[in-house]
């Protein structure tokens, strides 16, 4: 009987909503970073090109 009030209550799926958004901000933010390391470590295409000629 609980369960099934708690599945029905607005706010316990507004809760739900904000923690997997802010979950999958968290990850967005965490892989664009490993992104600009891998580009610092790295560089990209183009400045390897330029520095070859």
């Known amino acids: ?3 099934r009030k708690l ?3 607005k706010k316990f799926w507004l809760a739900s909503f904000l923690i997997a958004w802010a979950a999958a901000l968290q ?3 965490m892989w664009l970073q ?3 390391s891998f580009k610092q470590k790295f560089g990209t295409l183009n400045e390897n ?3 070859e000629d």
């Open 49 to 51: 090109e330029e520095g």
């Open 7 to 9: 599945l029905k209550a």
């Open 34 to 36: 490993r992104q600009d």
């Open 1 to 3: 009987m609980e369960a």
């Open 27 to 29: 990850g967005h933010m």
